[in-house]
């Protein structure tokens, strides 16, 4: 069993930025960051495949967020720039545990989950 334990979240004005982090604690495949606003269903942002090399975005956050990982550290993060208050929700990261590697936007292709992190965006 995997834990992922995510940070970097918190209050942050309209334009601004903050780094997202998962620290898992063994080895996982392909991630990904997922958020929920109050109200409403757990959305797909962002993910990564295993090696890096893939990323894919929701449309939402293209070009404003972005996906990274570092596999020595077990870690994945998310850059998150031009922050606006429809970004504020808590944010968590998953992992599959299976060597696939296509990278994943839907929720059922992850095995772990990490329990959020909130973000809050002013206006």
């Known amino acids: 069993q995997v834990q992922l334990v995510e940070s970097g979240g918190g209050l942050v004005q309209a334009g601004g930025s903050l780094r997202l982090s998962c620290a898992a604690s063994?080895?996982?495949?392909?991630m990904g960051w997922f958020r929920q606003a109050p109200g409403k269903e757990r959305e797909f942002v962002a993910a990564?495949?295993?090696?890096?090399?893939?990323?894919y975005y929701a449309d939402s956050v293209k070009g404003r967020f972005t996906i990274s990982r570092d596999n020595a550290k077990n870690t994945a993060y998310l850059q998150m720039n031009s922050l606006n208050p429809e970004d504020t929700a808590v944010y968590s990261c998953?992992?599959?545990?299976?060597?696939?590697?296509?990278?994943?936007?839907?929720?059922?292709?992850?095995?772990?989950w990490g329990q959020g992190t909130q973000v809050t965006v002013s206006s």
């Open positions: 990564i495949s295993w090696g890096g090399g893939s990323t």
């Open positions: 063994g080895r996982t495949f392909r």
């Open positions: 998953a992992a599959d545990g299976r060597p696939r590697t296509v990278v994943a936007s839907r929720q059922y292709e992850y095995d772990y």
